[in-house]
C-alpha cells in the first residue's frame, strides 16, 4: 500500500515540480492534481487520499477554507499547506486546522520530502500490523 496524494495548487508549474519530487518516494503515489478549492472538495470525495498537499493562496476557495470543509467529514484525509507565504498567521491557521505541517514553496523539496516519507512509512507500517478483516469471518463482536 502507498499514500495516496491529492495535489491542490494553482500554480502548475510548481504542482508539476512537486509531483515529480513525490514520484521518486517510496510508498507515495499522486493521485490527482486539480487547481482550485472546488475542485479539491470533488476529488477527495472521488479519490479518497490519504493526504491532501494544499496550497493557502488560491482564487475564489483558500486552503483554508477548504481545509476548514473537509474537517468536517468522516474520515477526512491528513492535510499539508504548501504555500509562498510561510508567516505565523498561516502557521497558527494551519495549526488550528489540524493540518499536519505548513511548507513553505521555496523550501518545498528539503522540509516536504522528511514529512511525506516519515506519513508513507507510518501508513505502510500500520497497514501491516492491522490484518484486514474477511468479510466472510464474523467478528467476534457478531459471534
Given amino acids: 500500500m502507498s ?15 512537486v509531483s515529480q519530487c513525490l514520484a ?11 487547481t482550485s478549492g472546488a475542485e ?4 477527495v470525495k472521488a479519490l479518497h487520499p490519504d493526504l491532501v498537499l494544499l496550497d493557502i493562496v488560491m482564487p475564489h476557495m483558500t486552503g483554508l477554507e477548504v481545509a476548514a470543509q473537509l474537517r468536517t ?10 504555500s509562498l507565504h510561510d ?13 499536519v505541517s505548513l511548507v513553505g514553496k ?15 512509512a507510518t501508513m505502510v507500517r500500520t ?9 466472510q469471518q464474523p467478528t467476534e463482536a457478531a459471534t
Wanted: no cysteine; hydrophobic share 50%.
Fill in 127 to 135: 497497514q501491516q500490523e492491522t490484518p484486514e478483516q474477511d468479510p
Fill in 87 to 99: 508567516n505565523d498567521s498561516y502557521r497558527t491557521a494551519a495549526r488550528e486546522l489540524g493540518a
Fill in 106 to 120: 521555496a523550501n518545498f523539496v528539503v522540509d516536504l520530502i522528511p514529512i511525506i516519507t516519515q506519513l508513507a
Fill in 3 to 17: 499514500l495516496r496524494i491529492l495535489l491542490v495548487d494553482d500554480n502548475l508549474t510548481f504542482m508539476t515540480a
Fill in 24 to 34: 521518486l518516494l517510496p510508498n507515495t503515489e499522486v493521485v490527482g492534481q486539480v
Fill in 73 to 82: 467529514w468522516p474520515h477526512a484525509p491528513h492535510i499539508l499547506f504548501l
Fill in 40 to 43: 479539491a472538495l470533488i476529488q
